[in-house]
């Protein structure tokens, strides 16, 4: 079970779009529809932004979306703000009722 | 609104059994559609995904730590626990736990996270 690949950095400016993506095998990303999203800013708990590789929980600006294509997700992040600075990590189910993250991505809004 | 609380030692001795509890409230664990889930971060890196148990028990391990790590729960506390085994230095990280939805399988609540040193 290898972590998810995701890019180490992407940056952005403000008002600007960013894509970070989540690259797996056909055992995690391409196998299954279920795929999520988490931000974490320094020193706090993880925070669930999608999941399903495309739902947003309630509350989450649908300013994030989410998509995948074979064993490739991505999340996007449009109308770049300040406060979407953080470290993201996907995760995805990989069978036999094991789940597997990715790296993390750091995102700067410059 | 459901809150989880991980609890235990911060400093473990290399060799010993890190033991950590994870306190739910504000919702039962023994809530079917749920799994309960121990995941880590290692200091300045990624998450690390350790385990899941359901209220019944079953259990279900990252297959690179199954050989040290036991979750457990006991429904009358509300709690369910982690014991990783045989610590080195490289089991230093904070521990997090976590509710999975399983009907889509992702992680809606977390703790706030507790660092466990591995250091003699």
């Known amino acids: 079970q290898s972590a998810l690949t995701q890019p180490r950095s992407v940056s952005g400016s403000p008002g600007q779009s960013v894509t970070i993506s989540c690259t797996g095998t056909?055992?995690?990303?391409?196998?299954?529809?279920?795929v999520s999203w988490y931000q974490q800013h320094p020193g706090k708990a993880p925070k669930l932004m999608i999941y399903?590789?495309?739902k947003r929980p309630s509350g989450v600006p649908d300013r994030f979306s989410g998509s995948k294509s074979g064993n490739t997700a991505s999340l996007t992040i449009s109308g770049l703000q300040a406060e979407d600075e953080a470290d993201y990590y996907c995760?995805?189910?990989?069978?036999?009722?094991?789940?597997?993250f990715g790296g993390g991505t750091k995102l700067t809004v410059l | 609104q459901v809150q989880l609380q991980e609890s235990g030692p911060g400093l473990v001795k290399p060799s010993q059994t890190l033991s950590l509890t994870c306190t739910v409230s504000?919702?039962?664990?023994?809530?079917?559609?749920?799994?309960w889930s121990w995941i880590r971060q290692h200091p300045g890196k990624g998450l690390e995904w350790i385990g899941y148990?359901?209220?019944?028990?079953?259990?279900y391990y990252n297959p690179s730590l199954k050989s040290r790590v036991t979750i457990s729960v006991d429904t009358s506390k509300n709690q369910f626990s982690l014991k990783l085994s045989s610590v080195t230095a490289a089991d230093t990280a904070v521990y997090y736990c976590?509710?999975?939805?399983?009907?889509?399988?992702?992680?809606?609540?977390w703790g706030q996270g507790t660092l466990v040193t591995v250091s003699s």
């Open positions: 976590a509710r999975a939805n399983w009907n889509d399988v992702y992680f809606d609540y």
């Open positions: 504000g919702g039962s664990i023994s809530s079917g559609g749920y799994y």
């Open positions: 148990i359901y209220y019944s028990g079953s259990t």
């Open positions: 056909s055992s995690d990303v391409g196998g299954y529809n279920y």
């Open positions: 399903d590789v495309s």
């Open positions: 995760c995805s189910y990989a069978g036999s009722y094991t789940s597997v």
